[in-house]
């Protein structure tokens, strides 16, 4: 009897068990399940605040690909040497900001054309318009990792212009030195050298190993 009863109850515990499982299953969240939120859509800024009787969207949100051509291009296109020149690198991330967030249309020629595109922009106060209603996680989050890696490619760039500058600097001494390597080269001791190693070697060739006959 007391056999059957403790047969029954693990019986009771192991369907309690799998019950337990099953919810814990069904709760688990499935990355399948997650929808975009509203962070995905437009904030629609009216523009007659800058003389314009009309309106324009801007993203609240930029895909994590766009944000790194945004970085990529302004660093490319501000450097100069082994720096970045500051102007450069505002003039074409503002202007960079309006084209990516904005639904704005430019020309081929405006975006060929960043320093005529940036002062339109300045002086029409369109620019200050979009900073202001553009979302500050997202430009924080652009302009911060815009200047470290604007700081880590000087100190990359520094670090070689310094080692190149010190072989340069070493060239003369070291080209006096092979120099005078090559004006006290004795071939006789040279060949004495080579013997003996091939004798050492099993009388063997120490380039490929080979008999020398």
Known sequence: MILILIHQLDIIKNFC???????????????SQIKNNDITGF??????EIGIDDTFKIKLYLPIKDKY???????????????FNPVKMDMYFNTY?????????FSDEEKIDIEDTYDRLCRSGLLD??????LETEYK????????????????NSTISA????????????AAAVENIIKNFDEEKFQRVIDFATAANGNRNIENNQPVE
């Open 163 to 174: 080692m190149i500058q010190s072989l340069i600097n070493n060239l003369p001494e070291q």
């Open 43 to 48: 904030v629609t800024v009216n523009a007659k």
């Open 97 to 105: 900001l309006v084209f990516s967030y904005t639904d704005i249309e």
């Open 69 to 83: 051509d945004i970085i990529d291009i302004v660093l490319q296109n501000s450097q100069e040497n082994a720096v």
């Open 141 to 156: 989050y652009l302009y911060d990792n815009l200047l470290d890696l604007a700081k880590n490619r000087t100190q990359f």
């Open 17 to 31: 068990y799998n019950i337990v499982i099953k919810i814990e299953k069904e709760n688990v969240m499935n990355f």
């Open 129 to 134: 318009l979009v900073l202001k209603n553009i």
